[in-house]
């Protein structure tokens, strides 16, 4: 049977919670243990369904101080029920102990808080494409810029409106996030950015696009489809800068055209006119020569491109690796998360320990020194 992700993300915050509920004495845990666990159950679930996982995490935030105070309040008062007035300054005061206890508390509370949020936060998978990039041709020495140009591109509109049209994320991601409404692109745009992770491949010519999602598959789904749109744009920008020439020649060539029309129709008015010189005729026919013979290797130019566009060329992005869904997913990182606790854990501890100790010590010399005078 299948779990649902969100009944297990708040049962292990409920059952943090109700290992956490120990601080407190026992007597005081029998009473109000179950009232207090049914509180955080409710406010659990509120916070769960008003934001997820951002909002459990506010709850814990504003729970755990709390939580900490009240239980040192509930421990010493059980403390003067138990001993004398005598008894509990002598076990209150001393200086180890006082150590001792700061620093289990709030050791522990450390370390419980950053498995709960650890445990809490959810889940993310990602899956990288990998492609090598090429400049456009003529390219004219090394271009330093070339490789973040073409990351602006792979964030631009250009290329993720295609992403969005062809995922369909702007219905997708408003079903599952915003309760079906349907997001503007401009919105999905921004979400999928903030999702997105750029970045060259040392020692070569390859870029790596790693895409990040709750989904595994949408993570490569995402990931392969940022890859196709950049290489589909790089390639039809190709085309239309070579139908541009084209069409430029083309202008070109019709304007020639109709300058040699124009050069042999005055030419031939030039050479009935009496008193022309041979010398001047036969020079305006090499120019007519030189022109017609440009305009042929302008035709030519023409037909050259004409042909090349029929034939497939050399992509300047060639996919080297698609993206695969993740196994396991990579965020949060669960080990490094609660050893980065138990480290400050351990710091915290030892500092409000030992300055506890600190206060401790100088109340008992204090109360030695009434005793001595006394």
């Not at 090394?142 to 509109?157: A, K, L, R, V």
Request: charged share 25%.
């Amino acid at each position: 049977m299948t779990i649902n992700p969100d009944n297990r993300v708040l049962a292990v915050s409920q059952k943090v919670y109700g290992w956490l509920l120990r601080a407190y004495p026992p007597r005081h845990r029998a009473e109000y243990g179950p009232a207090m666990a049914q509180l955080f159950r409710d406010q659990g679930r509120d916070a769960w369904a008003e934001s997820r996982g951002r909002g459990l995490v506010k709850l814990w935030l504003r729970v755990l101080p709390d939580l900490v105070k009240t239980s040192i309040i509930e421990r010493l008062a059980a403390l003067t029920a138990r001993k004398s007035m005598t008894d509990k300054i002598a076990s209150l005061v001393q200086p180890r102990t006082v150590f001792l206890r700061t620093f289990v508390v709030v050791f522990l509370i450390t370390v419980l808080m950053s498995v709960a949020i650890t445990y809490i936060l959810p889940e993310s998978y990602a899956s990288t494409t990998r492609m090598k990039v090429e400049n456009d041709p003529p390219t004219t020495g090394y271009d330093p810029y070339f490789i973040q140009t073409q990351f602006e591109i792979m964030q631009s509109e250009l290329v993720l409106d295609r992403v969005i049209d062809k995922l369909n994320l702007n219905v997708e991601w408003g079903k599952r996030y915003f309760a079906g409404k349907t997001l503007k692109s401009v919105e999905t745009r921004e979400i999928l950015r903030g999702r997105l992770g750029l970045a060259p491949v040392r020692n070569s010519q390859l870029v790596a696009i790693t895409a990040y999602s709750d989904d595994s598959h949408e993570a490569a789904s995402i990931a392969n489809a940022i890859g196709q749109a950049y290489q589909d744009y790089r390639e039809d920008a190709r085309s239309a800068a070579e139908a541009k020439g084209l069409d430029v020649l083309q202008q070109e060539y019709k304007e020639e055209e109709e300058q040699i029309r124009q050069f042999q129709t005055e030419l031939a008015a030039r050479t009935q006119e009496s008193g022309v010189s041979a010398q001047f005729v036969a020079g305006k026919q090499q120019e007519l020569a030189q022109l017609s013979e440009s305009h042929k290797q302008l035709y030519a130019k023409i037909h050259a491109g004409q042909m090349a566009a029929k034939f497939p060329k050399r992509g300047l992005v060639q996919i080297t690796d698609t993206a695969e869904p993740g196994r396991a997913p990579v965020r949060p990182n669960k080990t490094l998360n609660i050893v980065v606790g138990v480290v400050v854990g351990t710091i915290l501890a030892a500092v409000a320990g030992g300055l506890s100790a600190f206060i401790a010590l100088h109340f008992v010399k204090r109360k030695n020194l009434k005793v001595t005078a006394g």
